[in-house]
Structure formats: structure tokens, C-alpha cells
């Protein structure tokens, strides 16, 4: 059983940056693709970025393409998420998820694991 755990949330102006990790324990890291998702209050969860077990592919969603990178450290067990030129509709609490063997999905339901979450508020 994976357990994830985000970090790095907090309070930004818009324009500003953050950098979320999260840290797995509990199962083999590197044979896990890993992937952020956001809720915004009063939205359903929504696709952020996801990278492949391998760390060879990765997507974005259209909203972030060229603000966000996610980054892998295997020996850390360690997902990051690079987050620059901060929106505010950028705020949402902030999911790490992990899916064995994956290819970097969108979709939710591929995902096996669940943190609880990092909170990102952007002030404009």
C-alpha cells in the first residue's frame, strides 16, 4: 500500500512561484507513473500534469503547458510539480497520485493512490 504525501502549498501573489513535492512511501516509486490533479472550490478534480514510471514522457493540460514542469526524483521517492507565473484561477487544493506501470493518463480513475492534498491559493 502506496502512502503520499504533498507538501509545499501556501499562499503566492499571481505572477509568483511555488514548488509542490510529494513523497511516497510504502511501495516501489520507480515503477510508478505519477501525476498532479487540482479542485478548485465548486469544481470537480481536474488533470494537471503526469509523468511516465520511466520519466520519459510526460503531458500537461492546456492551462498550464509552459508555467508548470513535474519532475521526478527516484532515489527521493519524490514527485515535484514547478509552478511559475501563478493565476489565480491557478487555486485549488493540489492531488498527488500514483499508478503502477502507467504512461502518464489523464484520467483519474487509472490512479490507485491518493495524497490528501496541498492547498495553492493565488492573490491577485
Known amino acids: 500500500q502506496m502512502q503520499l504525501v504533498e507538501s509545499g502549498g501556501g499562499l503566492v501573489q499571481a505572477g509568483g512561484s511555488l514548488r509542490l513535492s510529494c513523497t511516497a512511501s510504502?511501495?516501489?516509486?520507480?515503477?510508478?507513473?505519477m501525476a498532479w490533479f487540482r479542485q478548485a472550490p465548486g469544481k470537480e478534480r481536474e488533470f494537471v500534469t503526469a509523468i511516465s514510471w520511466t520519466g520519459s514522457r510526460t503531458y500537461y493540460a492546456d492551462s498550464v503547458k509552459g508555467r508548470f514542469t513535474i519532475s521526478r526524483d527516484n532515489a527521493k521517492t519524490t514527485v515535484y510539480l514547478q509552478m511559475n507565473s501563478l493565476k489565480p484561477e491557478d487555486t485549488a487544493v493540489y492531488y498527488c497520485?500514483?499508478?503502477?506501470?502507467?504512461?502518464?493518463?489523464?484520467?483519474?480513475?487509472?490512479?490507485?493512490?491518493w495524497g490528501q492534498g496541498t492547498q495553492v491559493t493565488v492573490s491577485s
Open positions: 510504502g511501495g516501489t516509486f520507480s515503477r510508478y507513473a
Open positions: 497520485a500514483a499508478d503502477m506501470w502507467g504512461t502518464a493518463a489523464v484520467g483519474e480513475y487509472e490512479y490507485d493512490y
